[in-house]
């Protein structure tokens, strides 16, 4: 198995790049600032250039990678168009490369509360609507997948124990990066995971199951 991650230097990325290289798993990090990439990730990693909206440069970047994790999210900004060309366009351009390479896996970082119209996340230019639409693209390509819907990012980790339940059944709730890339590699190691979308929160009260449990019920 060897990984491509892309949007490796976002604060999800980061930690999916960290995980891997804890477990030993060979991996590619796609980044668009090569200097960037080697401040932020740790030396033993490959570091290529890509961009999403660039197809021909996502064929360079997958190289010879079995499998894909992608963390690419739209920077808030005053673009109206920036949720739709990165977390759609993006990951839609990705699903096609990845469909022609043949990748055995893709697993995508979206987000809790995707089908909710009306939620305050699509005031930033309807970014749940378009995440969601890049779900059902991928769903439908024949690529195998992963789809990890988080709920509220936290940067700092803590003993929580995650939940994860079945799409559209978790709508509030946090989760420290470190469980989601956790969540994320051990996607790829599980035969459960395979063609699924699984919602993630932590909390202090859950009773702390291992993570083949987790998707073995979901």
């Known amino acids: 198995m060897k990984t491509l991650v892309v949007g490796a230097t976002g604060e999800t990325g980061r930690r999916i790049v960290q995980e891997l290289v804890q477990r030993q798993i060979p991996v590619r ?4 600032d090569l200097d960037k990439g080697k401040q932020l990730l740790p030396d033993n990693v490959e ?5 999403v909206l660039n197809p021909q440069s996502l064929r360079e970047a997958i190289g010879d990678s079995t499998v894909i994790l992608s963390a690419t999210g739209a ?24 469909k022609e390479k043949g990748i055995q896996q893709l697993v995508m970082v979206s987000s809790l509360c995707v089908s909710k119209l009306f939620h305050p996340l699509n005031l930033f230019w309807l ?17 195998p997948y992963t789809i990890v819907r988080p709920g509220g990012l936290k940067n700092e980790d803590n003993t929580d124990a995650i939940v994860m339940q079945g799409a559209d059944t978790l709508f509030d709730g946090s989760i420290p990066r470190t469980k989601v890339a ?3 590699v051990e996607a790829l190691v ?3 995971a395979k063609n699924k979308i699984v919602e993630i929160v932590a909390k202090p009260d859950a009773p702390t199951q291992s993570l083949d449990a987790l998707f073995a019920a979901v």
């Open 29 to 32: 990090a796609m980044v668009r």
């Open 47 to 51: 570091l290529v250039t890509g961009d």
């Open 75 to 98: 920077a808030p900004s005053f673009d109206p168009t920036g949720p739709y060309k990165v977390d759609y366009l993006g990951t839609k351009n990705l699903v096609d490369v990845a």
């Open 127 to 143: 970014i749940l609507v378009w995440k969601k639409r890049a779900e059902e693209y991928l769903q439908k390509s024949g690529v």
């Open 182 to 184: 956790q969540v994320c």
């Open 190 to 192: 599980q035969p459960q």
